[in-house]
Nanobody, 114 residues
Framework: QVQLVESGGGLVQAGESLRLSCSAS????????MAWYRQAPGKQRELVAHITSGGRTKYAVAVQGRFAISRDNTKSTAYLQMNSLKSEDTAVYYCYANYWGDFWGQGTQVTVSS
C-alpha cells in the first residue's frame, strides 16, 4: 500500500516562500510519477505541478515561473518549492503518486495573507 505524507505547509505573507515535502512509502519511488494538486475553498482540485519518473516537469499556468517541483529518489521524497506566493495560492495542497493506481496524501494547508 502506497502511503504519502506531506509536510511544510503554513501561514505566510504574500511574496514569501514555502517548500512542501511529500515522503512516499510502499512504492518503488524511482519509477513513480509524482504531482502536487491543490484545492481552494469552493473550488475543484487542480493540478499544480507534475514530475515524471525521468524528471520531466509540467506546471499549471498560474504557477509557472514561481513554483518548482523536484524529487529525490534516494529519500523517496518529492518537493514543491513555492516562491513569490500570492493570496490566490491559498489552498490545501495534496501530494499525488501514480504507481499501478492513484494515491493521495492527506493534504497540507497553505495560507497566504495579503
Amino acid at each position: 500500500q502506497v502511503q504519502l505524507v506531506e509536510s511544510g505547509g503554513g501561514l505566510v505573507q504574500a511574496g514569501e516562500s514555502l517548500r512542501l515535502s511529500c515522503s512516499a512509502s510502499g512504492t518503488i519511488f524511482s519509477v513513480t510519477a509524482m504531482a502536487w494538486y491543490r484545492q481552494a475553498p469552493g473550488k475543484q482540485r487542480e493540478l499544480v505541478a507534475h514530475i515524471t519518473s525521468g524528471g520531466r516537469t509540467k506546471y499549471a499556468v498560474a504557477v509557472q515561473g514561481r513554483f518548482a517541483i523536484s524529487r529525490d529518489n534516494t529519500k523517496s521524497t518529492a518537493y514543491l518549492q513555492m516562491n513569490s506566493l500570492k493570496s490566490e495560492d491559498t489552498a490545501v495542497y495534496y501530494c499525488y503518486a501514480n504507481y499501478w493506481g492513484d494515491f493521495w496524501g492527506q493534504g497540507t494547508q497553505v495560507t497566504v495573507s495579503s
